[in-house]
């Protein structure tokens, strides 16, 4: 079963548009992490948050913003006011303490900012 | 301070000859990790290292695959030999961790293996 569904494979969205990126997982761990990277058209991995089980609370980075809920076991990304240097593939990822600390990542959401 | 080094950034090669990735973590962390990037696939761990000892290498695709951490600041990903399923993105990562729980990865630039 994947632990972590980015059910969105491809997302366009018209600079400046708001755009939120969904990530649903699956553990039974009480002691998780969960994880966004950035793949930019240059290939490179960037880690943009990391978030643990005990701390729901919502982080805003910019014009970045991270919705943790535990009841729906989601961890959604959304970008405010988008901008073209945003295109980029987004992974989530899970990290369960109890399984040796694997990351588990999702299929990964391919957005496009149009100019 | 210096990220992951990956070397080497391209690789085209042919069918069954041997391939060698490298990888140079980031000082004092302790984890090491190989990924494999495909568009089929996505990113699947194939195999990661606490102290230069091998954890989990249940993603090792076959026996072709061999990774090795001689040294805390150096890793290999040999494929032996080569066939053109394994063309890919390669990336190493490594990750500090303790008691404080789990560190985020960071990744190296890849090694895009190219077998013809």
């Known amino acids: 079963a994947q632990k972590v569904t980015q059910a969105q494979t491809e997302i366009s969205v018209v600079e400046k548009e708001d755009v939120t990126l969904d990530c649903v997982y699956e553990?039974?761990?009480?002691?998780?992490?969960l994880f966004w990277y950035k793949q930019p058209p240059s290939g490179e991995l960037v880690f943009l948050i990391r978030?643990?089980?005990?701390?729901?609370q919502n982080e805003i980075s910019g014009r970045y913003s991270w919705n943790f809920q535990k009841s729906t076991s989601s961890f959604n990304f959304t970008i405010t006011a988008s901008q073209v240097v945003d295109s980029a593939v987004y992974f989530c990822?899970?990290?369960?303490?109890?399984?040796?600390?694997?990351?588990?990542f999702g299929t990964g959401t391919s957005l496009t900012v149009i100019p | 301070d210096a990220g992951v080094i990956q070397s080497p950034r391209h690789e085209v090669t042919e069918m069954g000859q041997e391939v060698t990735l490298r990888c140079k973590p980031i000082?004092?962390?302790?984890?090491l990790f190989w990924y494999r990037q495909t568009m089929m696939r996505g990113l699947e761990l194939l195999i990661y290292?606490?102290?230069?000892?091998?954890?989990?290498d249940s993603g090792m695709p076959e026996d072709r695959f061999s990774a090795k951490m001689p040294n805390a600041s150096f890793s290999t990903l040999k494929i032996q030999p080569s066939e053109p399923r394994d063309s890919a993105v390669y990336f190493c990562?490594?990750?500090?961790?303790?008691?404080?729980?789990?560190?985020?990865?960071?990744f190296g630039e890849g090694s895009r293996l190219t077998v013809l």
């Open positions: 000082s004092g962390h302790d984890y």
């Open positions: 990822a899970l990290s369960e303490v109890r399984t040796g600390n694997q990351f588990y």
């Open positions: 290292f606490n102290n230069n000892v091998p954890i989990d």
């Open positions: 990562a490594s990750s500090l961790r303790g008691l404080a729980g789990t560190g985020e990865l960071f």
């Open positions: 553990t039974r761990d009480t002691t998780y992490y």
């Open positions: 978030r643990n089980s005990f701390d729901e």
